[in-house]
């Protein structure tokens, strides 16, 4: 039962482009979603994160945007950049449980 | 960001063989540590959440007995895959809680690849 869903396994946009990464979740108790970014021969680590009291949280170039009714969020990333190039993943959370991830998608930003 | 290590990054055995893989918080204290495995193309799938000083707690479905976890110190946990077979080859991941509440502070190693032959 795959509660969090990435459903593009890559995605490759321009330098300078905006880059959008799309994750849907089926439980609706999750209240708490974050982004991750994995490079190669490490580990995840956090990028941006939203509750679900909100339905937009920015950082810099990076803005997560959640669409409860449509149990939607994507992260946007503008202006992408190579070093950007990553597996990017979605998690999410509900009360009294740890995260529950999605497949991931690989961003390839090209120069 | 804190840093977790994990040892050995990539590890390739025979079947029926134990296999020893280390999660090590490097700059801070984890009272709770927690073991994920990924098949290719799927998610992160969370095993076990490891406390340091009692048992791990082990998610649906995942053999306690066959995934021993031992959480010793405030900044070491192992994990051993005992008699692994073909079908235990993965990418296992640990991440480490700071303890502070907050989801945001749970710090991944790099993962350690399995090939069981």
């Known amino acids: 039962d795959q509660q969090v869903k990435q459903n593009s396994p890559s995605l490759s946009v321009q330098e300078g482009r905006i880059s959008i990464l799309n994750c849907d979740y089926t439980n609706s108790m999750f209240d708490y979603f974050l982004w991750y970014k994995k490079y190669p021969a490490e580990g995840p680590t956090f990028l941006i994160s939203i509750s679900s009291i909100k339905d937009k949280n920015e950082d810099g170039r990076f803005t997560v945007f959640l669409n409860k009714s449509a149990k939607h969020l994507s992260l946007h990333i503008v202006p992408s950049q190579p070093g950007d190039s990553a597996v990017y993943f979605c998690?999410?959370?509900?009360?009294?449980?740890?995260?529950?991830f999605g497949e991931g998608t690989q961003l390839t930003v090209n120069p | 960001g804190a840093v977790v290590s994990q040892h050995p990054s990539r590890v390739i055995c025979k079947s029926g063989t134990s296999v020893k893989i280390e999660c090590r918080s490097l700059d801070f204290q984890a009272t709770t540590m927690f073991w994920y495995r990924q098949f290719p193309k799927q998610s992160l799938m969370l095993m076990a959440t490891?406390?340091?000083?009692?048992?791990?707690?082990?998610e649906q479905g995942v053999e306690k007995d066959k995934f021993l976890i031992n959480h010793a110190s405030l900044t070491l946990s192992t994990l051993t895959v005992t008699s692994a077979h073909p079908e235990d080859s993965s990418f296992y991941i640990c991440?480490?809680?700071?303890?502070?509440?907050?989801?945001?502070?749970?710090?991944f190693g790099p993962g350690t690849r399995l090939l069981v032959l």
């Open positions: 991440s480490a809680d700071q303890g502070d509440g907050s989801l945001e502070t749970q710090y």
């Open positions: 490891s406390n340091e000083g009692s048992k791990a707690t082990y």
């Open positions: 998690a999410a959370s509900r009360p009294g449980s740890r995260l529950t």
